[in-house]
């Protein structure tokens, strides 16, 4: 079985978010970046099958070459190799689509995603990718199986959860319950070092042009400060009468 | 040229979100100076739409019995085209989440997810969006001719805006699906986080699942769906469901109520766009209090039986 997971490069989450350049960038100063929490669950699911049912696994990532720390910390965790795609990422559509290029030239059984990304929470490259490509796919996936060619999986509803079977190829979309919490890896040093070793290819852009641009970013305005109470008539009094929430 | 919203259902009833959509997609065909077009498969009563700006409603009634991604991307697709739709609303509840990516690639067109306001301008087509897990926002152009836009759960709202409408029964194929439902695990008879207009959530400052009682107690009083912190659900004291915030479920409801919850960033994010929000916590220090618009510092083992109480009165009053 030969696995793909996609890897986005997203600031960690404590990270301050600003903008420059007329805030018209994201201002990576002072920012840590981290394999995106929602992909992580899905490579670690990858390292299960890669373990136990002998499957190969390749990380993929569209991003510029400031991204590759990322693409090694997942080669550390375990990956075999790592594919860097060479664009900025600037829309959904378009990362899509040069992942699309990679999975059609690849012979992936299975492609392994995040549900969403933890910079722009679009929730949309696991779906445009199984559109394009026309694979299966299964979105908000909170559990999965393979065997042989069928495969079963959960995913997350309002107020519950689905079960589905579907087969390969497929695309996944994974969160939290794929594995749980205490299933993810911390890279170690051999890890590490064996990281150091594997290949990391770049390929050029497939010719992509994005559908959507970035105009300017802008923050919440800032919050009026909290009204404290010291009871709960004058609590309910001010969500009945101000707030107008109950 | 229309406008085409998907009023998204459950067993036959309209979603809330599915009057959000409406009444956003019947402001962008005026603003395009076009007609709006709901579509509906399995739904409920049309009229229901006519009361939010739907002049026309396409029925889809096929023996679908459940959701399919597949098969709804494919059918709005194939309403987009017999109506010259150029633009597609989809609302963002897990079902309209997972087709609207689908629906971009059958139209070919640009996606903007997350947004939260009507656009800013119509040419360019720019919209503003939810990014950096409610952090920021982005000011979109959607470039492509043909447009998908996904709103925000609670963000626009519903509006009503009655019109006298028609509905006509629209047929489409359905196309092979590849995913097939075999079981759906769902709760039945309460609210959901995603549904909820409240939702009253409970930290580690509870101390133990044996305290949940009261917090149960204040949900059902409020109509309100239960959530709880991530180190909560990892502890086992509550479902997994229940676990909000950047990696858990999204909140984004008209009152969020947070007792002994810190107000880490990660949980911060992931609750922010709910409109009014309460905190009940022991120390004055807790960042809770820099995000929330009202607040209490006390224990809640004294604050909230009282509150229960008192709101008790105040809904039979
Ligand atoms: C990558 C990552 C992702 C994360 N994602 C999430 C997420 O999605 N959601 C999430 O919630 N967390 C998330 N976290 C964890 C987050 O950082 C915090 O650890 C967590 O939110 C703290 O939960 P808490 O507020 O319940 O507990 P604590 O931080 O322990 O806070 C308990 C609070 O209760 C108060 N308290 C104590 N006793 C009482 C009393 N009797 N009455 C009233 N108040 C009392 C205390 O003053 C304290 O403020 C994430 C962390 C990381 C690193």
Redesign the pocket.
């Given at each position: 079985m030969k696995i793909l997971v996609c890897i986005s490069h997203v600031p960690d989450?404590t990270s301050k978010i600003n903008f420059t350049d007329n805030d018209t960038k994201f201002d990576t100063n002072g920012v840590q970046f981290v394999i995106n929490?929602y992909d992580e669950f899905s490579l670690t699911r990858a390292m299960w099958f890669k373990e136990k049912q002998g499957a190969t696994v390749t990380v993929v990532n569209v991003g510029e070459a400031s991204t590759e720390p990322t693409l090694r910390k997942a080669l550390a965790i375990g990956a075999d190799d790592a594919i860097r795609v060479n664009v900025n990422p600037t829309d959904g559509f378009l990362v899509a689509k040069e992942l699309a290029a990679i999975v059609k030239n690849g012979g992936y059984d299975v492609v392994l995603a995040g549900k969403e990304s933890a910079d722009y929470n679009g929730q949309m490259v696991p779906g445009m990718l199984a559109s394009l490509v026309d694979f299966n796919f299964v979105n908000g996936c909170v559990g999965m199986e393979v065997d042989g060619t069928a495969v079963s999986a959960t995913r997350e509803i309002d107020g519950g959860e689905e079960k589905v079977s579907t087969s390969l190829p497929i695309v996944i979309a994974g969160q939290k319950g794929i594995v749980e919490e205490k299933d993810l890896r911390i890279p170690n040093m051999r890890g590490i070092m064996m990281a150091r070793k594997k290949p990391l290819n770049v390929v050029e852009s497939s010719g992509v042009i994005a559908s959507t641009e970035t105009q300017s970013f802008e923050k919440p305005a800032p919050k009026g400060a909290v009204k404290l109470v010291d009871n709960v008539d004058d609590l309910i009094n001010l969500l009945h009468n101000e707030a107008k929430v109950i | 040229m229309s406008v085409l919203v998907f009023a998204d259902s459950s067993e036959g009833k309209f979603k809330k979100t599915a009057f959000e959509v409406v009444s956003y997609g019947k402001k962008v065909a005026e603003e395009l100076g076009t007609n709006l077009v709901a579509l509906t498969i399995n739904g409920g009563d049309a009229s229901e739409l006519y009361a939010f700006g739907a002049e026309k409603v396409l029925e889809v009634k096929n023996d679908l019995s459940t959701f399919n991604a597949k098969a709804y991307a494919s059918i709005i697709n194939q309403a987009a085209d017999a109506q010259s739709a150029n633009v597609v609303v989809i609302d963002s509840s897990v079902d309209g989440l997972y087709v609207a990516p689908m629906v971009a690639v059958a139209m070919d067109a640009g996606y903007a997810s997350n947004v939260v306001a009507l656009p800013s301008s119509t040419a360019p087509f720019t919209v503003k969006r939810k990014a950096f897990s409610n952090k920021a926002f982005s000011n979109t152009i959607v470039s492509t001719e043909k447009k998908v836009i996904g709103i925000a759960k609670n963000s626009y709202g519903a509006h009503e805006n009655a019109v006298s409408g028609t509905a006509e029964a629209f047929s489409a194929n359905v196309p092979e699906m590849g995913v097939k439902s075999e079981s759906v695990d769902k709760a039945t008879g309460v609210i959901t986080i995603a549904d909820a207009d409240i939702v009253v959530s409970a930290?580690?400052?509870l101390k133990g699942p044996e305290n949940w009682g009261m917090v149960e107690e204040l949900a059902s009083v409020l109509g309100a769906a239960t959530a709880c912190?991530?180190?909560?659900s990892d502890l086992g004291w509550r479902p997994h469901s229940e676990?909000?915030?950047?990696?858990?479920k999204p909140v984004a409801s008209n009152l969020y109520i947070a007792?002994?919850?810190?107000?880490?960033i990660?949980?911060l994010a992931?609750i922010n766009a709910s409109k009014v929000k309460v905190v009940?916590?022991?120390?004055p220090e807790?960042p809770f209090f820099k995000a929330a618009d009202y607040g209490i510092v006390g224990?809640?083992?004294e604050f909230v039986p009282q509150l229960i109480e008192k709101l008790k009165a105040f809904k039979q009053a």
């Open positions: 989450t929490p | 930290g580690r400052g912190s991530k180190p909560v676990h909000v915030g950047q990696t858990g007792i002994g919850i810190s107000g880490a990660q949980h992931g009940i916590n022991t120390d807790a224990d809640a083992f």
